[in-house]
C-alpha cells in the first residue's frame, strides 16, 4: 500500500514564527504536491515538485516555499506564519503519468495565533 | 486553462437510494483522464473512480458509476444504494498530463440519512 505521512495532524503556531510541514512518500513517486483546504474553496495548489531539487509554483505559493532534498521527502515552509495562513494543508504524491492516482496525506490542521 | 466545476455544494441521499453529483469541465486537450476523490470526515482522500477520455465506456466501481458525457464536457458520478460511510466532500478532478497537477472543483458534501 502506498503510504503518504505528515508530520503533524494538528499545530499551532503564533504569527511571526518559521513552520515546517513535511511530508514523506515511500512508493518512489516521481510528483509530489502541497494543497491548502479552506471551506467553500476546496484545495488550492501551493506548490508542486515533479522531481528533486524541482519545484514549480501553484496557484496560491505567496508566504509558502518548499524544498525537495530528497525523492521521498517534501517540505512545506511557512517563512513568517500569519493568521490567514490557519488552514488545513494536504500533501500528496503520484507517479508521473496523467493517468496516476494522487495519493494523500492524512492533512495538517494548522492554527496560526 | 482547464477549470472543473462542481455546481453542487451539498447534497443528500436516503440510505438505499441512488444520488447523483454533477461535474462539468472545460479543456482544449483531447486526450485526458477524469477523476472522483472521496474525502470522509476522517480527512483522508482516496480515489473512488477513474475515467479515460479516450474510452467510451463508463466506468465503474462496485456500487459508483459515472456518466461521461466527452462533447458536453460532463462527468457526474452515481452513488447507488447509498450507505452511511458514503457521507464525504467529493472532488471531481482533471488531469492531461504527467507533470501537471490535477486540477480540482470546489466539491460536494454529501451527505447520507438514514
Known amino acids: 500500500d502506498v503510504k503518504v505521512t505528515q508530520s503533524s495532524r494538528y499545530l499551532v503556531k503564533r504569527t511571526g514564527e518559521k513552520v515546517f510541514l513535511e511530508c514523506v512518500q515511500d512508493?518512489?513517486?516521481?510528483?509530489m504536491f502541497w494543497y491548502r483546504q479552506d471551506p467553500g474553496l476546496g484545495l488550492r495548489l501551493i506548490y508542486f515538485s515533479y522531481d528533486v531539487k524541482m519545484k514549480e509554483k501553484g496557484d496560491i505559493p505567496e508566504g509558502y516555499s518548499v524544498s525537495r532534498e530528497k525523492k521521498e521527502r517534501f517540505s512545506l515552509i511557512l517563512e513568517s506564519a500569519s493568521t490567514n495562513q490557519t488552514s488545513m494543508y494536504l500533501c500528496?504524491?503520484?507517479?508521473?503519468?496523467?493517468?496516476?492516482?494522487?495519493?494523500f496525506g492524512p492533512g495538517t490542521r494548522l492554527l496560526v495565533l | 486553462a482547464q477549470t472543473v466545476t462542481q455546481s453542487q455544494p451539498e447534497m443528500s441521499v436516503q440510505e438505499a437510494e441512488t444520488v447523483t453529483l454533477s461535474c462539468t469541465y472545460d479543456?482544449?486537450?483531447?486526450?485526458?483522464?477524469l477523476f472522483w476523490y472521496k474525502q470522509p470526515p476522517s480527512r483522508q482522500m482516496i480515489l473512488v473512480i477513474r475515467?479515460?477520455?479516450?474510452?467510451?465506456q463508463n466506468a465503474t466501481e462496485n456500487r459508483f458509476s459515472v456518466n461521461f458525457q466527452k462533447a458536453a464536457k460532463s462527468f457526474s458520478l452515481k452513488i447507488s444504494d447509498s450507505q452511511l460511510g458514503d457521507a464525504a466532500m467529493y472532488f471531481c478532478a482533471y488531469s492531461y498530463s504527467g507533470n501537471t497537477p490535477l486540477v480540482f472543483g470546489k466539491g460536494t458534501r454529501l451527505s447520507v440519512i438514514a
Open positions: 475515467q479515460e477520455a479516450y474510452k467510451q
Open positions: 512508493m518512489d513517486h516521481e510528483n
Open positions: 479543456t482544449s486537450e483531447s486526450d485526458y483522464y
Open positions: 500528496a504524491s503520484s507517479l508521473l503519468r496523467a493517468e496516476e492516482t494522487q495519493y
